[in-house]
Nanobody, 126 residues
Framework: QVQLVESGGGLVQAGGSLRLSCAAS????????MGWFRQAPGKEREFVAA????????YYANSVKGRFTISRDNANNAVFLQINSAKPEDTAVYYC???????????????????WGQGTQVTVSS
């Protein structure tokens, strides 16, 4: 069993920055892809970013590329999402997730993530 707890959400003005954190417990996550997703009101959940188990590779949705940065601290079982140049359309609940396939060589599809956090709200005002 893996527990993921997100934090760091809040209200930010357009153009501002936020850093989301996701703390994991229950299993060492050093071997697994981790990702961030978001869901805005009335919309489907969408992929935001993912990071490989060895920190070598990162992947981003086109809508956030160049503004968001995903990182991880395997020693402390945590993953982060730095949001810069925030836009009102970034408003959503942000979720972290882990894919428990060891050493996966490609980013997981959304259905391949095994555990999800409860989410943290990010609101960007214009």
């Amino acid at each position: 069993q893996v527990q993921l707890v997100e934090s760091g959400g809040g209200l930010v003005q357009a153009g501002g920055s936020l850093r989301l954190s996701c703390a994991a417990s229950g299993r060492t996550l050093s071997f697994y892809f981790m990702g961030w997703f978001r869901q805005a009101p009335g919309k489907e959940r969408e992929f935001v970013a993912a990071i490989s188990w060895n920190v070598v590779s990162t992947y981003y949705a086109n809508s956030v590329k160049g503004r968001f940065t995903i990182s991880r601290d395997n020693a402390n079982n945590a993953v982060f999402l730095q949001i810069n140049s925030a836009k009102p359309e970034d408003t959503a609940v942000y979720y972290c997730a882990v894919d428990l396939t060891r050493y996966r060589g490609r980013p997981p599809t959304s259905n391949e993530y095994d555990y999800w956090g409860q989410g943290t709200q990010v609101t960007v005002s214009s």
